[in-house]
């Protein structure tokens, strides 16, 4: 098998375009897309192609996480906070050629809240009463209820316009508003945009764009000494960093990601049902040696399901405070003992290598750990769909995410009324206050229920070519937005 | 009579991994099972006399446990070639050119046909990754290569006049062949024994490096390998050390299993003397 990986990087060192011109570019990536419709596919990797470079929405993320114009050049809210009216900027047509005005809008709105809709984050738009178009550049929305992040819902890679002729083939050949076009996608191997060059708004600097998927972190590292990519914006292997820092040929870019990295606990699953079992688990882990030691330093340590860069985080790692003793009097008090749970790890290296120190953790609690390695597919079968596990480790890359905890049917099967309850009251909220005083609550109560082991905000190492200006240092979505990267002549 | 060279060397080099993988039953300098982040990556000193790897552990105990793990799962996978393998080869020569003989020579065939470690990750793919996965996949293919080694060796004995004695004297295949076969290809089987031990080795190793062999926390020299990979610019011991015991372990047993040959097959012994 050896012989195997090292051919694969011996490809990988060949069949790359030579360095050229200085008007394309070459990232690297971990994962393949498995489709390129973001309006129909869960996978961060979709966004990761797409987001502003193929498809655009009403407004976007900026690289700071702020919500800027998209689409819409501009909107007004009405004093009641129920009717959101989007000017659309003039000119914008898809790839195909076709005009996109408010009619697209509402078909993609439509679409996206529909019964039937296969959008993965339908709670996006369930807000939304009623799409009106007013005129061409012209299209009003109306709320159930006001809502202050409606904006930012209309950021999200999921709420991307698309046009009634080709959403339904979009997942294989994309025709967004975006700055670039699908030129070519060789599947297991790479996605190439091309510049396009009837967009509306500034045409990016770059000519040609290509993905490149490299699963293994080794030839991951291969390809970017040979040059063969010129950006890996998520670096799989963190080991590596210190060595590019010390090339002056590469930058590394180290931000802070949406991707909160919880120990995942199945509280349907006897016996972490017990709340005191979920505590016992939590106390027993010690962050930094997980963040040291599967990150090699990177990541901040969280308390809780919520970004450390948003402005209303609270730092709650006090209440899951490091305490094997305290972890084995609550197993006591549950009465649990002789304990083996079963730990699904998908590939990351922050599950496969975190699992394997928290294991050790748990061992010193008393908890035994079956550890099982497994593929994407075969963890999203059987953990996520199949809600068959006991502890999995993963991270949450979208967004203000922590909505999934009112949601009883998630995979780990977190079912309480009074979060549902708090989660509803924060939706039908506008005013900035009481958000962030709702926020604040919805922290506090998952930290005290012990729903997850929250471990440790996922950092974004990235290794660049120091001549590279515009990738984004920090990761608000996970998006490679390229409409900003240059080449440093 | 005079040992060969390759077998005192194999020996004694095969013999250190087994007498490091028995002692550390009793003994290792550090736990295997407790990681201590603080200590992540140390060069080697007093105290770490390999060093530690990426989560703190002792690559010296890691790498004693890790030959448990080897020997262990490559141990079963000959015991089971052995047990089915010979039983079947014996049955073969015995009633030479009957069906029973084509069925077991051709069942061997077929396995025979197929690449074996593509196999061993097949199974072990389908049942689940696990040690004992591991060992069957190994296992299975050490059958046919003992049925046939036994045949061969005992379609030759059974010309004898010897036999043609035994079988004059009443005596059924059955007894034949344990009594009189048996013994006079032993010294085929321990031979292809330690070959067949050294490829265990080898496919335990290649097995736990993608993932399907002993699953963590058990320490493989396979798995070392595999986390290593990413640190072989940072810390290149970390790969170069389990890389050494396998080939140090597998280039031991091949010397051993050719001195062996030369010691105990009389053929052979004649020839240079």
Same mark, same amino acid.
Do not use: C
């Given at each position: 098998?050896?012989?195997?990986?090292?051919?694969?990087?011996?490809?990988?060192?060949?069949?790359?375009?030579?360095?050229?011109?200085?008007?394309?570019?070459?990232?690297?990536?971990?994962?393949?897309?498995?489709?390129?419709?973001?309006?129909?596919?869960?996978?961060?990797?979709?966004?990761?192609?797409?987001?502003?470079?193929?498809?655009?929405?009403?407004?976007?993320?900026?690289?700071?996480?702020?919500?800027?114009?998209?689409?819409?050049?501009?909107?007004?809210?009405?004093?009641?906070?129920?009717?959101?009216?989007?000017?659309?900027?003039?000119?914008?047509?898809?790839?195909?050629?076709?005009?996109?005005?408010?009619?697209?809008?509402?078909?993609?709105?439509?679409?996206?809240?529909?019964?039937?809709?296969?959008?993965?984050?339908?709670?996006?738009?369930?807000?939304?009463?009623?799409?009106?178009?007013?005129?061409?550049?012209?299209?009003?929305?109306?709320?159930?209820?006001?809502?202050?992040?409606?904006?930012?819902?209309?950021?999200?890679?999921?709420?991307?316009?698309?046009?009634?002729?080709?959403?339904?083939?979009?997942?294989?050949?994309?025709?967004?508003?975006?700055?670039?076009?699908?030129?070519?996608?060789?599947?297991?191997?790479?996605?190439?945009?091309?510049?396009?060059?009837?967009?509306?708004?500034?045409?990016?600097?770059?000519?040609?764009?290509?993905?490149?998927?490299?699963?293994?972190?080794?030839?991951?590292?291969?390809?970017?000494?040979?040059?063969?990519?010129?950006?890996?914006?998520?670096?799989?292997?963190?080991?590596?960093?210190?060595?590019?820092?010390?090339?002056?040929?590469?930058?590394?870019?180290?931000?802070?990601?949406?991707?909160?990295?919880?120990?995942?606990?199945?509280?349907?699953?006897?016996?972490?049902?017990?709340?005191?079992?979920?505590?016992?688990?939590?106390?027993?882990?010690?962050?930094?040696?997980?963040?040291?030691?599967?990150?090699?330093?990177?990541?901040?340590?969280?308390?809780?399901?919520?970004?450390?860069?948003?402005?209303?985080?609270?730092?709650?790692?006090?209440?899951?405070?490091?305490?094997?003793?305290?972890?084995?009097?609550?197993?006591?008090?549950?009465?649990?003992?002789?304990?083996?749970?079963?730990?699904?790890?998908?590939?990351?290296?922050?599950?496969?290598?975190?699992?394997?120190?928290?294991?050790?953790?748990?061992?010193?609690?008393?908890?035994?750990?079956?550890?099982?390695?497994?593929?994407?597919?075969?963890?999203?079968?059987?953990?996520?769909?199949?809600?068959?596990?006991?502890?999995?480790?993963?991270?949450?890359?979208?967004?203000?995410?922590?909505?999934?905890?009112?949601?009883?049917?998630?995979?780990?099967?977190?079912?309480?009324?009074?979060?549902?309850?708090?989660?509803?009251?924060?939706?039908?909220?506008?005013?900035?206050?009481?958000?962030?005083?709702?926020?604040?609550?919805?922290?506090?109560?998952?930290?005290?229920?012990?729903?997850?082991?929250?471990?440790?905000?996922?950092?974004?190492?990235?290794?660049?070519?120091?001549?590279?200006?515009?990738?984004?240092?920090?990761?608000?979505?996970?998006?490679?937005?390229?409409?900003?990267?240059?080449?440093?002549? | 009579?005079?040992?060969? !060279?390759?077998?005192? +060397? *194999?020996?004694?080099?095969?013999?250190?991994?087994? %007498? =490091? $993988? @028995? /002692?550390?039953?009793?003994?290792?300098?550090?736990?295997?099972?407790?990681?201590?982040?603080?200590?992540?990556?140390?060069?080697?000193?007093?105290?770490?006399?390999?060093?530690?790897?990426?989560?703190?552990?002792?690559?010296?105990?890691?790498?004693?446990?890790?030959?448990?793990?080897?020997?262990?799962?490559?141990? !079963?996978?000959?015991? +089971? *070639?052995?047990?089915?393998?010979?039983?079947?080869? %014996? =049955? $073969? @020569? /015995?009633?030479?050119?009957?069906?029973?003989?084509?069925?077991?020579?051709?069942?061997?065939?077929?396995?025979?046909?197929?690449?074996?470690?593509?196999?061993?990750?097949?199974?072990?793919?389908?049942?689940?990754?696990?040690?004992?996965?591991?060992?069957?996949?190994?296992?299975?293919?050490?059958?046919?290569?003992?049925?046939?080694?036994?045949? *061969?060796?005992?379609?030759?004995?059974?010309?004898?006049?010897?036999?043609? /004695?035994?079988?004059?004297?009443?005596?059924?295949?059955?007894?034949?062949?344990?009594?009189?076969?048996?013994?006079?290809?032993?010294?085929?089987?321990?031979?292809?024994?330690?070959?067949?031990?050294?490829?265990?080795?080898?496919?335990?190793?290649?097995?736990?490096?993608?993932?399907?062999?002993?699953?963590?926390?058990?320490?493989?020299?396979?798995?070392?390998?595999?986390?290593?990979?990413?640190?072989?610019?940072?810390?290149?011991?970390?790969?170069?050390?389990?890389?050494?015991?396998?080939?140090?372990?597998?280039?031991?047993?091949?010397?051993?299993?050719?001195?062996?040959?030369?010691?105990?097959?009389?053929?052979?012994?004649?020839?240079?003397?």
């Amino acid at each position: 098998m050896r012989i195997i990986r090292m051919t694969a990087a011996a490809l990988a060192l060949g069949a790359g375009p030579a360095l050229a011109a200085q008007d394309t570019i070459t990232l690297g990536m971990q994962l393949e897309p498995p489709n390129l419709d973001p309006t129909g596919g869960a996978a961060a990797a979709i966004d990761e192609v797409t987001y502003a470079n193929i498809f655009e929405g009403l407004t976007r993320f900026a690289a700071d996480g702020a919500i800027i114009p998209g689409l819409a050049r501009s909107w007004d809210i009405s004093e009641d906070g129920l009717t959101y009216t989007f000017h659309l900027a003039p000119g914008v047509t898809f790839h195909d050629g076709t005009a996109m005005d408010a009619g697209d809008v509402k078909f993609s709105l439509d679409r996206a809240r529909a019964e039937d809709s296969t959008n993965a984050q339908k709670a996006l738009f369930a807000g939304i009463a009623d799409v009106a178009v007013i005129d061409p550049l012209t299209v009003r929305i109306t709320l159930s209820a006001p809502d202050g992040g409606f904006a930012f819902k209309m950021a999200w890679g999921d709420a991307v316009i698309v046009a009634p002729e080709s959403a339904e083939t979009n997942a294989a050949a994309p025709v967004g508003t975006g700055p670039f076009k699908l030129a070519r996608w060789v599947q297991g191997d790479r996605i190439e945009l091309e510049r396009h060059p009837d967009y509306w708004g500034a045409a990016p600097a770059l000519s040609k764009a290509t993905f490149r998927f490299i699963s293994d972190p080794n030839a991951a590292f291969a390809a970017m000494m040979a040059g063969d990519v010129d950006a890996f914006p998520v670096f799989p292997a963190p080991e590596t960093l210190e060595q590019f820092k010390a090339d002056p040929r590469f930058t590394v870019i180290v931000g802070s990601t949406e991707g909160e990295t919880v120990l995942a606990m199945n509280n349907k699953q006897k016996p972490l049902d017990d709340v005191r079992v979920r505590a016992a688990v939590a106390h027993a882990i010690n962050r930094q040696d997980i963040i040291d030691g599967a990150m090699f330093g990177y990541g901040t340590p969280i308390g809780t399901h919520f970004a450390p860069h948003n402005p209303d985080y609270i730092d709650l790692t006090g209440i899951s405070a490091y305490d094997p003793e305290k972890s084995k009097a609550l197993l006591k008090a549950a009465g649990v003992s002789d304990l083996t749970l079963r730990m699904a790890l998908p590939p990351p290296t922050y599950a496969r290598r975190g699992g394997e120190i928290i294991a050790a953790q748990l061992r010193e609690i008393g908890i035994t750990t079956e550890i099982t390695n497994m593929e994407w597919a075969q963890w999203l079968e059987q953990a996520f769909r199949g809600k068959d596990f006991d502890l999995t480790i993963v991270s949450h890359t979208e967004p203000m995410d922590i909505g999934i905890y009112a949601r009883p049917d998630y995979y780990f099967q977190y079912d309480d009324l009074g979060f549902q309850a708090l989660l509803a009251l924060l939706d039908n909220t506008s005013a900035p206050e009481a958000r962030s005083g709702l926020l604040k609550a919805a922290q506090g109560k998952i930290a005290m229920d012990y729903v997850n082991g929250y471990l440790f905000q996922l950092a974004k190492t990235g290794v660049a070519n120091a001549k590279i200006k515009g990738l984004w240092e920090n990761a608000p979505t996970q998006a490679n937005d390229l409409t900003g990267v240059t080449w440093e002549e | 009579m005079r040992w060969p !060279v390759q077998l005192i +060397i *194999g020996a004694i080099l095969s013999g250190l991994f087994v %007498l =490091a $993988a @028995a /002692a550390s039953f009793l003994w290792v300098p550090h736990e295997v099972s407790t990681l201590s982040i603080a200590d992540r990556l140390k060069p080697p000193s007093a105290r770490y006399l390999l060093g530690t790897d990426h989560f703190g552990r002792d690559i010296l105990s890691m790498l004693m446990v890790g030959a448990r793990t080897s020997i262990a799962v490559a141990l !079963v996978a000959v015991g +089971i *070639g052995v047990a089915a393998g010979v039983p079947l080869g %014996l =049955a $073969a @020569a /015995a009633r030479r050119g009957s069906l029973l003989d084509e069925i077991i020579m051709r069942g061997n065939d077929l396995i025979f046909a197929f690449p074996s470690l593509v196999i061993a990750i097949l199974i072990t793919a389908v049942f689940g990754p696990s040690a004992l996965n591991a060992i069957l996949a190994i296992g299975i293919f050490n059958i046919p290569v003992f049925a046939r080694v036994t045949r *061969g060796g005992a379609l030759s004995i059974w010309t004898l006049d010897y036999i043609l /004695a035994a079988r004059v004297a009443g005596k059924n295949a059955l007894r034949i062949s344990a009594e009189h076969i048996l013994p006079n290809i032993l010294n085929l089987l321990i031979v292809q024994g330690t070959i067949q031990f050294s490829l265990g080795i080898l496919a335990e190793a290649g097995l736990s490096y993608v993932g399907l062999g002993a699953q963590p926390p058990t320490p493989s020299w396979g798995r070392m390998l595999a986390d290593a990979q990413t640190m072989i610019y940072t810390a290149p011991r970390l790969a170069i050390l389990p890389g050494l015991a396998i080939v140090g372990m597998v280039l031991g047993l091949n010397l051993m299993g050719d001195g062996l040959r030369d010691a105990l097959d009389p053929r052979l012994r004649r020839a240079r003397e």
